[in-house]
């Protein structure tokens, strides 16, 4: 275990990190069967539309801020245990509204946990609002003005989470130029289900800083190349990789081989109890797989750190915890 080494995360999604106890304690609450999507201790699907309907099933059961305080605090408490000292989380807020929850309920709740985690365990957090691919256009554009109004201070970044092989990444430019123009960090998902294609319109089209998984750039070495030159941060998901059969295992995951090739990488959970992922375990498992040591390990959350979505002053506090 790696505890001692210091992490920082910049992808996971916080629905995603509901785990299955604490989903079983909302559906109680809620008189729901979750049946269809979990059993005993884990969520049950079997491939990448099966898990995104187990998701939005665990995030139909938030329904109040203190639903949502209470995951973001019991998320956050947890990878501050495995040594995170900063943690950016996906927000949606077309989750929270179709659980009923206002967005305003959802950012105060969601910074209620944020703030009890920082005042117990230091850990820091900011919120990338996403809007979700599949959802369209419109909604994607809906969310990307609701995250350029700039509606919670812990809000620094816009981001496209969902089903890639939906629609085409031009049409949602017009959402990305919204909250690019309102300053606020860019990430997209790409590179995950679909291919090196997917990456590459994603740069033309968003022109992010980061991209969540960017992963099967590693199809295309002029695209790796292009990546590496332009100091594009990808969002690394290992675990997430293999649990979704992206990658067939570890040993046979690009984070590596990226890495050699010049690419800024970071370690990601994504969506922790689907993927028996944590940030912690993505960092034992590279230490494992690709015999890093701690200073390597440290080099990866400077990556992080330096790619993160966050003020100057709290970025250098950051860094001068990475000793
Ligand atoms: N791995 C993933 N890819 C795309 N959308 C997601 N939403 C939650 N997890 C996701
Ligand atoms: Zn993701």
């Not at 990601?268 to 701690?294: C, L, V």
Request: negative net charge; glycine residues 12%.
């Amino acid at each position: 275990m790696t505890p001692a080494v210091p992490k920082a995360e910049l992808h996971c999604h916080i629905e995603g990190a509901a785990s299955p106890a604490l989903v079983r304690t909302q559906a109680l609450k809620y008189g729901v069967d979750i049946s269809g999507f979990i059993t005993g201790d884990s969520y049950v699907w079997s491939d990448f539309t099966g898990f995104l309907a187990a998701y939005d099933g665990a995030a139909g059961l938030f329904r109040t801020e203190e639903d949502y305080a209470e995951l973001a605090e019991t998320y956050l408490r947890g990878i501050a245990e495995e040594g995170a000292i900063y943690a950016e989380i996906f927000v949606s807020p077309d989750h929270a509204k179709a659980a009923g929850l206002s967005t305003e309920g959802y950012f105060r709740g969601l910074a209620e946990g944020i703030a009890r985690a920082r005042g117990q365990c230091g850990i820091e957090c900011r919120m990338i609002l996403v809007g979700i691919r599949h959802l369209g256009a419109e909604a994607v554009e809906a969310a990307a003005r609701l995250a350029a109004s700039r509606p919670h201070r812990l809000i620094s970044g816009f981001g496209m989470a969902g089903e890639e092989r939906f629609g085409r990444v031009a049409d949602y430019r017009r959402a990305f130029d919204i909250a690019r123009d309102a300053g606020l960090g860019i990430t997209i998902h790409a590179g995950e289900l679909c291919g090196a294609g997917s990456v590459r319109d994603a740069l033309d089209v968003v022109r992010p800083t980061r991209i969540g998984h960017g992963v099967r750039s590693i199809e295309d070495p002029a695209l790796v190349r292009r990546i590496a030159g332009e100091g594009v941060v990808l969002e690394l998901c290992p675990g997430s990789n293999v649990a979704l059969k992206v990658f067939a295992s570890m040993a046979e995951h690009p984070f590596d081989l990226l890495l050699r090739q010049g690419v800024k990488v970071t370690l990601n959970s994504d969506d922790p109890p689907h993927f028996q992922s944590s940030i912690g375990r993505e960092y034992d498992a590279a230490a494992k797989t690709w015999g890093y040591d701690a200073r390597q390990l440290i080099g990866i959350t400077r990556t992080a750190v330096m790619a993160a979505f966050v003020d100057e002053p709290t970025r250098e506090k950051l860094l001068g915890q990475l000793g």
